[in-house]
């Protein structure tokens, strides 16, 4: 029998392991891809901390990209015909369909039962290998895939795979970015280039990327990504942004702090994103005058489903052609996963993507 390596996450706080499974064979409705890609999250570097209450011992990895090894479905979740050796992407979740937000409120982001590759499968539920941090891994029946388009490099869509569809939900069904408007985002990782990236392809006459540190900006600006970029660390910054008067200002740091300051920026009668925030890192003071005064649209908006996964995916022949997606990534082999950590908890790479020869 086929065996593949996992990276293990066995108890929080501790180091990673590195743990062989034996690899099944697609079942019905099944589908076992090799696993050549897995990125690196944020929120990866939170559960291995313990931040969040997930089963342990698990297979990390929610963002994948790889090629079919066996099938048990014909196509893909668009109904493109698939073989061994096809090049996928899939949805990180499958929603239940079955709790008040999915079957009343069709919210299926909100999912309360929602299953999550590499978040919580652990090992003991079966399949084991039921993260992107391995050789292999088994997609279970009602899982989103998705066929990649001919010529895309796998670093470059791996760059934005997780930030991009969860910013194709936030622009388009939670406050899409209208033709001609400018646009600030806050914050310049992943999730901040994937929103001026997409409102840039939205029409925006303007993006504003505000965020740091400078290399990081300078990165984005060798990549395409946004017109202007302000570092975020020089003195009267807050003020120069906020006398641009955007339309819409995108929150994407995961420090609570910005939303404070971030709600000064749109001008009167404009609209506030919050996106960044999916780990709750605290409180922060907020001057609720300023959502009065300027009479703001304050929205949020929580992950994605396969649905927006099948639209970054029917997005990526576009956005490679116009950005330099692969220059926002730094492989690594699978068996240096510590030091990917370490190199993402420390802000030395943008995008962290575990190679599987």
Known sequence: MTTGR???????????ALRTFPVPEAGPGE???????????GTDLHLQQGHLDIPTPLVLGHEGLGTVHSLG??????????????????????????CVPCRVHRE??????RQTYGVNRPVSAGPALSGSWADYIVLRPGTVVVKVPAGVDPLAAMSLACAGPT??????????????????VQGAGP?????????????????????????????????????EHVDISEDGHLERVQEIGADLVIECTG??????QGLRLPRRGGSYLVVGQYTDAGDTPVNPHQIVYRQLDVVGSWAFTGAHLVEYVRLLPALVR????????????????????????????LKAVLVSS
């Open 255 to 260: 420090v609570p702090v910005a939303v404070a």
């Open 322 to 349: 116009r950005f330099d997606l692969r220059s926002l990534t730094t492989p690594y082999p699978l068996a240096s996963h510590a030091v990917a950590m370490a190199a993402v908890a420390g802000g030395a790479v």
């Open 191 to 227: 999730v901040g280039l994937a929103a001026a990236a997409l409102a840039q392809l939205s029409g925006a006459a303007r993006v504003v990327l505000v965020g740091g540190p400078a290399d990081r900006l300078a990165v984005a600006k060798a990549a395409g990504i946004g017109d």
């Open 73 to 98: 479905v014909g196509t893909d979740s668009r109904g493109t015909p698939l073989e061994v050796g096809d090049t996928v992407m899939w949805a990180s979740s499958i929603a239940c369909g079955q």
């Open 108 to 113: 299926p982001t909100l999912c309360e039962n």
């Open 6 to 16: 996992a990276v293990v996450l066995e108890r929080f706080g501790a180091p990673l």
């Open 167 to 184: 910013m194709i939900h936030a622009l388009h069904e939670r406050r899409p970015v209208r033709l001609g408007e400018t646009v600030v």
């Open 31 to 41: 589908m076992v891809v090799a696993s050549r890609y897995g990125g690196i999250c």
